[in-house]
Structures are given as C-alpha cells and as structure tokens.
C-alpha cells in the first residue's frame, strides 16, 4: 500500500478553536499528510470564532463545554451523530487516527472496529495527573484505568518521547508503542528574534535575568511550583526578573503569587519567539506534557531549561549540558537549580548554546514521516 492510497479519518477533542502545541502538532500532521497524496478528513468540536484556520476539512462533533473548572474555553464532543456517521460512510476511511480519548473518541473506535478499520491513537497528555490539581487526586487510579481499556482497544500508539512511551508502557497501556516526536519551526524560534528594545518595555533591563514561563496559564501547568520556587529564590536573594508568556483562566492567581513579574500576555508566531528568545532562562515545572513542545522551542531560542525531570522533558534537556532536570514538585530544588544561571553568565551561555545545538535535529517532515510509516504498518497488517 501506498501512502496515496490512505483514507484517514483523524478524530480530536480540539483540532483549531484553541492554539495548543498539540493541536498544532496535528494540523502539521495533516497538511503533510496532503501533501503527500493521502485523504483526510478531520472530525473535531468547533466554534464561531476559533483561534486559527484548520488545515484540511473539518467536521464539526456534538459537544459542550469541558465540565471542569478554569476549563470552560474547552469543548468535549460528546459523540458521534447520525450527520457524522453519513460523513464517515461516505468518506470511506481505511484507518482511523484518534487524538484524544474523549466520548467522542470512544464512539469513533467503536465505530471503527464494527468496520474492521485499523486504529491508532496518539497521546499527547498526561490526563491521569489532571485530577490532583482540581483535588481530586484520589481519581488518577480510576482515570488510568479507562484509559489502559480505551488505548488498549485501539491497533497501536504513538507518543511523543521514549520516556513517556516507558511511562505507557509501565501502565500497560499498550505493547505497540512508537514515536511520534514534535519538530520546532526555526523560522520564528531562533535566538537572533532576542530583542532587548522589547525587554525594556516588559520592565526588563538589558543586565537582568529573566527568568520565562510560557504556555496556558492553567494550574495543570505546574504554577503553584513555578511560584514557589520563584518566592525560594526571592529568599536565597538572588537577583531576577520573571517574563510570563501566555494567558489563561489562572492568571489572576498567578498575578498574585507572582509580584513583580512581568506579563507579556497571549503570544504568537514571530511575536513568540522574539518574546521567548528575549529572556534568558525557561523554567518548566509541569508534569502533564509528554514532550513539551514550550521546552524545545525554549532551546531553539538559546535557553538553557530547568524542567520537572518528568515525561516529556526528561527526553530533551541533558541535564547539567543543556540545563537541570529536577524532581517533579520540589521547589526548593528548583530554586537551586535556577540559581546559578542568574549568577554565572558564562554557564547561562554555555547550556544556552548547547541547547540550540541539540533542537536542529528535529525536522518536522522527518518526524511526520514516522507517523505515516507506522499508518501503513497497520494496513498491511489488517491485509
């Protein structure tokens, strides 16, 4: 089988109305995918306004606002409707990709294996961790359990880092487990987009160190610990400035843990990656990503990183050559780790540099290709 004869229905819970590294990663999917010669077709909730033009046709699921709290930009299908089904049957699909394990992903693989259709299902979070920051923590038993019966009904997964397909694994989530890496767009993420003009309308002088967040200002993000450590390094009196990038349902909590910080708000594009390569140091305290698009473009902009040594940024930073991988929680270690790149110039450089080094090696075309590979894997498979 060739890749123009693939027919590939590809099923996510938010393909466009809201800019996510994952729903990014899948509209480069798609677009490759077409350029290639393969049919797709994408069945995702939508909004009126959504935050950007989806790559290919899109297809609207029944859903309703993701019933969790700080959570309400977020839809949830909630199925697949006797429209959806007509557009499946008469799209023909002869494999079915399901980005998220939502009621709307659980009727497309039931739909799919009445029709002895192949199913892969990529993973692109942790969600078995999102309870503990809602109190719920005593859910994640519960959570993990449907969703090693969910992937396990599926042909095969892709995930994003060998440390998470270690973590699936260890969940008995599934044995068919390959990579689905994520690329960086050098065009917008580079350290030459630094510009010191804009620090200083952020309130950042050209000798501070600043210290960024980015991505949604949500608590699953690790916020509180990112806040922690940062009052740790206010006590161990080490000189900073914070640049938080992004915007979200927490950022008036996150305005006040945070006093003095300085809030870029919701960036993108060009506009992004001058922020991101205008500070110095990326701090990312989250335990949810299982790649963490932020961390790679961090380094394709020439900060060293200091991460939760979780799933994800475990597989990008070398710890002590391109930044510092910490316990996951601990801020006081954190505040340690950060320390010394407020304070030594040279290290600051020297992991800044190795970091970009090590972010040309991922190609998007190539870690698509992975992805298509492993589709005809299944199909032949299925003959």
């Known amino acids: 089988m060739a890749v123009t004869d693939l027919r590939i229905a590809l099923f996510s819970g938010n393909y466009n109305y809201t800019r996510d590294g ?44 993701m019933p969790v709290k700080g959570r309400g930009e977020y839809r949830m299908a909630t199925g697949i409707d006797a429209a959806v089904k007509r557009d499946l049957d008469a799209f023909a699909p002869n494999l079915m990709h399901i980005a998220s394990p939502d009621p709307g992903g659980h009727a497309a693989l039931r739909w799919a294996r009445r029709r002895g259709i192949p199913v892969l299902a990529s993973v692109h979070t942790r969600f078995e961790t999102y309870p503990r920051y809602y109190g ?53 993420f580079d350290p030459a987009r630094r510009d010191l ?31 922690a450590a940062i009052a740790e390094l206010r006590r161990m009196q080490v000189a900073h400035k914070v640049l938080v990038i992004g915007d979200g349902p927490a950022r008036g909590w996150f305005e006040g843990a945070m006093p ?17 390569a205008s500070a110095d140091v990326f701090f ?7 790649f963490g698009n932020v961390t790679l473009e961090a380094m394709a902009s020439g900060l060293p990183v200091v991460a939760a040594g ?3 940024a475990a597989s990008l930073v070398v710890d002590g050559e391109t930044g510092a991988l910490v316990p996951p929680g601990d801020a006081a ?18 992991h800044g540099d190795a970091g970009e080094r090590r972010a040309r090696a991922y190609s998007w075309d190539a ?12 199909r032949e498979r299925k003959r």
């Open 22 to 65: 994952a729903n990014q990663a899948l509209n480069r999917l798609v677009g490759y995918l077409l350029a290639q010669g393969a049919a797709v077709r994408v069945y995702a909730p939508t909004v009126a306004e959504p935050d950007f033009e989806p790559t290919g046709d899109l297809i609207g699921l029944p859903n309703v606002r």
């Open 136 to 188: 719920l923590g005593f859910l994640e038993p519960v959570v993990e359990a449907m969703l090693r019966r969910f992937y396990n009904r599926c042909d095969a997964l892709v995930a994003p880092s060998e440390s998470q397909i270690a973590e699936l694994k260890a969940q008995r989530m599934h044995h068919d487990i390959s990579i689905w890496s994520r690329g960086v767009d050098r065009d917008i």
């Open 197 to 227: 003009g804009w620090r200083r309308a952020q309130g950042i002088a050209d000798d501070e160190v600043a210290i960024a967040f980015l991505g949604r200002l949500v608590m699953e993000k690790g916020l509180d610990t990112f806040a």
């Open 260 to 276: 003095g910080a300085s809030f870029a708000g919701f960036q993108t594009g060009r506009d992004l990656g001058r922020a991101l």
């Open 284 to 290: 990312n305290p989250s335990v949810t990503e299982t």
């Open 310 to 312: 979780a799933t994800g």
């Open 333 to 350: 270690a954190f505040a340690r780790a950060l320390a010394p790149y407020c304070t030594e110039p040279a290290l600051l450089r020297e």
């Open 367 to 378: 870690i698509n290709q992975a992805v298509v590979d492993t589709y005809l894997r299944l």
